[in-house]
């Protein structure tokens, strides 16, 4: 079975510009999530979506970032315009259901300069 | 709101030692508890989850953890540690009855030394 795939696997760009991440999840997982993890720290939630629904957007910086999951499949995110602080490394998941196991794809590491 | 913590930045342990990783949560309502482990240059992997039932969880690699709820905590667990096992381990919480919000632990690097 294929994993989750995320591109791009790195991303340079100089503040205040735009960047997209695009993530495709185990087919047949119903639910995604997108994880912002700091060098040094725990991955931390941005958004989960269960099919094309947002079900959780508590931590996602709405007025810099995005995500749309378009027919509940694959999915991206956008950060626009970028700050310094948001170099990370941002990893993609997707579960059966909201209770099972998360399996994760390589991430974006993105650099902010 | 649902919180992980991991006291313990690093754990150093002789191979063929047992290890213990420790981790306690905070939840308002009852608990879905995971261990994720990355290796260096690969993703995260599922170890093992904690739903109901059984307070001992068995996972994968030989690993188990106890969940005890008195304590809150969910320590990870492995009778024999092997040199591969050297990685960063996540504990990981989600409240069952109160919203979505899956939260990490800010994780303890494991040292298996030869």
């Known amino acids: 079975e294929a994993g989750v795939a995320q591109s791009p696997r790195y991303k340079i760009i100089e503040k205040r510009q735009s960047v997209a991440f695009w993530c495709n999840p185990i087919?047949?997982?119903?639910?995604l999530y997108w994880y912002q993890q700091i060098l040094g720290q725990g991955p931390k939630l941005l958004i989960q979506f269960q099919n094309n629904g947002v079900v959780d957007d508590s931590q996602l910086p709405k007025d810099r970032f995005s995500a749309e999951r378009l027919k509940g499949v694959d999915s991206t995110l956008k950060i626009q315009p970028a700050k310094l602080e948001d170099s990370a490394v941002y990893l993609c998941?997707?579960?059966?259901?909201?209770?099972?196991?998360?399996?994760f794809g390589p991430g974006t590491r993105l650099t902010v300069t | 709101a649902q919180s992980v913590a991991q006291p313990e930045d690093q754990v150093n342990v002789a191979e063929g030692n047992p290890l213990t990783v420790k981790c306690t949560y905070s939840?308002?309502?009852?608990?879905?508890l995971f261990w994720y482990v990355q290796y260096p240059n690969r993703g995260l992997q599922f170890l093992l989850k904690y739903i109901t039932g059984d307070n001992l969880v068995k996972g994968s690699y030989g690993f188990e953890a106890e969940f005890n709820k008195s304590q809150t905590s969910f320590h990870l667990k492995k009778p024999s540690a092997l040199v591969s096992d050297s990685a960063l381990y996540f504990c990981?919480?989600?409240?069952?009855?109160?919203?979505?919000?899956?939260?990490f632990g800010p994780g303890t690097r494991l040292s298996v030394l030869p």
């Open positions: 990981a919480v989600r409240d069952r009855n109160y919203g979505q919000n899956f939260v």
């Open positions: 939840v308002s309502g009852n608990p879905y």
């Open positions: 087919s047949g997982h119903a639910t």
């Open positions: 998941a997707s579960s059966e259901g909201t209770s099972d196991e998360q399996y």
